[in-house]
């Protein structure tokens, strides 16, 4: 056996869809009728992604590192945050094997734009696109993302120390 250390982490995130505010996922601006209400610009995929990240290097979490009291972070992209983050990785010695994010939504519909989104994400995170894997569900219109109140989404890292 090498003495690669690999880790896992496990991301989690939600936030309210509001009218007059842009709908940003994954890095990506998607034409929509309501967008997430946040402090930053409210990027619930890359928010996940970022505590899966951190939490797999032993990093804690994105609100330790980009607190929502810091006006710095009023209405900052998401994509920069997410660069920190990887930065953040890198100086621990750690490399990204793979990603893997789950949104939740009933809209608008996540599949047209996978592609634009993981290259999006593979130059913030400088991987390979099939390093990235991001998928879309719906709640079968249960519960709040079923009613159209929000956008969650799930993520998992895959980080090594070679």
């Known amino acids: 056996m090498s003495n690669c250390k690999f880790r896992t982490g496990l991301g989690f995130d939600v936030h309210r869809l509001v009218e007059d505010r842009d709908l940003w996922l994954c890095g990506v601006k998607l034409d929509h009728t309501h967008g997430l209400l946040g402090h930053s610009d409210a990027d619930v995929a890359i928010h996940a992604l970022c505590d899966a990240l951190l939490g797999a290097a032993a990093l804690r979490d994105i609100g330790y590192h980009f607190p929502d009291s810091d006006p710095a972070y009023k209405g900052a992209d998401s994509k920069i945050l997410l660069k920190e983050v990887v930065r953040l990785l890198s100086d621990k010695g750690y490399l990204i094997g793979n990603v893997d994010i789950t949104i ?49 989404a799930y993520a998992t890292a895959l980080i090594y120390r070679p």
């Open 104 to 152: 939740c939504t009933e809209a608008p519909k996540i599949n047209p734009h996978i592609t634009r989104m993981q290259t999006t994400l593979a130059e913030i995170m400088q991987v390979d696109i099939d390093d990235i894997s991001i998928k879309a569900t719906t709640t079968e219109r249960l519960g709040f993302t079923g009613r159209r109140e929000g956008i969650s």
